[in-house]
């Protein structure tokens, strides 16, 4: 595996875990052809979903209190793009160093750093070519209480900013 796929399956084992601890589940599409990595998803109430983009990087791209993440063009403008169901981008960042990614012993499992998600829809299209540089605030980590609480605001209907 190549170290993009591993960080790729890394950043999916992450939103797995939260998904799992906050009673959702997570369907990934086999292939992303309009920037849907997976769909987080209720099995109760209306049935809300959550469609997500996930990245990860080992890239020191924390300053202060946001992430400044090099999004790709074409990844922006789907994420931009007023959908029926909400997406979000969750990004991933992760050591530098593989052996840091996970440390493990007979009491916990841990997984290093940590993921943030963004809601973009509603964005003014971009005139870059490459990448969008993206700033997601450090308050919006993606845990069970955040993901419970996005999942209940598309179960109202509510925008998910």
Known sequence: MTPNMQKSRF????IEAVASCAGYQVEEMKVDFDSVDGVLMANSGSRPRIEFQAKATTQDILRGNSIHFPLPVKNYDDLITET???????????????????????YELSLRHCAYWQFLEGREPTKNTSTVTIDIPTTNIFSVDRLTDLM????RGDPLC
Not at 11 to 14: D, E, G, I, P
């Open 84 to 106: 029926r169901t909400p997406r979000i981008l969750i990004v991933m960042l992760m050591p530098s160093d593989d052996d840091d990614w996970l440390t493990q012993n007979d």
């Open 152 to 155: 209940e605001k598309a179960e």
């Open 11 to 14: 950043s999916l084992a992450y």
